[in-house]
């Protein structure tokens, strides 16, 4: 496994493991036996970016049955997400975990106003 970080990472590669990263990104998740047909490239070229882009720890790789054939159900890396959208200054969103949410709470309230004067 190569130890880069992410940007580092995606400088390194090439166009068309760029639009493999991108479709995954898009879709959050693709089967194998997908992806090189949404890129347009043959099944073994498919399995190349894909391995180029697990060896980057770009995206991960497991093992499925998908419609009655095996192959690779590939999805971002955690790290690939993005949690800053959930945070207002320190302040993590009120409403995860919550099953029911109260948009009159303090808690949210007091989150919006963090996330209004954080500039």
Known sequence: MV???????????????????????ETGGIHQSDFWKELDVSSRKGSRIVESLVEYDLVNREDT???????YYITPTARDLDF????????????????????????????????????
């Open 3 to 25: 130890a880069v970080s992410v940007s580092a990472a995606e400088s390194e590669l090439t166009e068309d493991e760029r639009a493999g990263l991108e479709l995954v990104r």
């Open 84 to 119: 800053t959208l959930l945070m207002a200054g320190d302040m993590l969103s009120p409403f995860i975990g919550e099953e029911e949410v109260d948009p009159n709470s303090d808690a949210f309230s007091q989150w919006i106003m963090n996330l209004a004067y954080e500039e």
């Open 65 to 71: 049955v998908y419609n009655g054939h095996n192959t």
